[in-house]
């Protein structure tokens, strides 16, 4: 007979065939999509005589880098967080926490990428759009620990992998934060440090055996 810490435990699962899980994966796109078409405002429409146009859209052209590396940081979140849930066999609380949490990080991004796209060489612009990343990259990663730690994924993930992917995405959270410290005196440098932040964990995936580099 199973005992009652069983039974709580199995009836907090929510199995990818439940409505529960549907829901929650259909938040998360709702949340990628919303932020990603949020974005575009962060581009300011000049409002100026039209003799003066060519010059102002040239002003516009830091707005336009935000949102561009925004836009691609945050369609590559969506997809590996996509990959994640595809390979879930099912979610517990514990995983729908960490990811109402990543989903909050997620909705704010527009914001830092405006104040960017308008003060594209100070700290007090590059700095927290950095330490988002940093925070959305920790929570993906919490949710993969999580998936681990349950074992909610639909087949096992090798102890070795995951090891790799860990590592990666650790390499990925420490060069955003140090951007962060060389955004205190090369903002620029430091933004561009965000364009190559994904690079350490594409190259941890590599060294994985081939069928698990699409996993996550």
Same mark, same amino acid.
């Given at each position: 007979m199973p005992t009652t810490?069983?039974?709580?435990?199995?009836?907090?699962?929510h199995h990818r065939d439940t409505n529960e899980f549907a829901r929650m994966v259909n938040l998360s796109d709702a949340v990628f999509?919303?932020?990603?078409?949020?974005?575009?405002?962060t581009i300011d429409v000049p409002n100026v005589p039209a003799?003066? !146009?060519?010059?102002?859209?040239?002003?516009?052209?830091?707005?336009?880098? &935000?949102?561009? /590396?925004? $836009?691609?940081?945050?369609?590559?979140?969506?997809?590996?967080?996509?990959? !994640?849930?595809h390979r879930l066999a099912w979610?517990?609380?514990?995983?729908? &926490?960490?990811? /109402?949490? $990543?989903l909050g990080t997620v909705?704010?991004?527009?914001?830092?990428?405006?104040?960017?796209?308008?003060y594209p060489t100070s700290t007090a612009a590059v700095a927290p759009f950095l330490g988002l990343f940093v925070v959305l990259n920790?929570?993906?990663?919490l949710l993969i620990m999580r998936a681990q730690a349950v074992r909610a994924w639909s087949e096992p993930l090798p102890p070795a992998v995951f090891r790799r992917v860990v590592l990666g995405s650790l390499a990925t959270?420490?060069?955003?934060?140090?951007?962060?410290?060389?955004?205190?005196?090369?903002?620029v440098l430091a933004v561009a440090m965000a364009v190559t932040s994904s690079a350490p964990?594409?190259?941890?995936?590599?060294?994985?055996?081939?069928?698990?580099?699409?996993?996550?």
């Open positions: 810490e069983h039974t709580a435990s199995t009836t907090s699962r999509a919303i932020a990603m078409t949020l974005l575009v405002l003799p003066e !146009l060519a010059t102002a859209l040239r002003e516009d052209l830091p707005q336009l880098g &935000a949102y561009a /590396l925004a $836009f691609a940081l945050v369609a590559s979140q969506w997809h590996m967080h996509h990959k !994640l849930f979610i517990d609380v514990g995983m729908v &926490a960490i990811n /109402l949490v $990543f909705a704010l991004v527009p914001f830092p990428t405006s104040v960017l796209g308008s920790l929570a993906y990663l959270i420490g060069l955003l934060a140090l951007g962060i410290v060389v955004s205190l005196w090369l903002p964990y594409v190259l941890a995936m590599r060294r994985v055996p081939a069928r698990y580099r699409a996993w996550l």
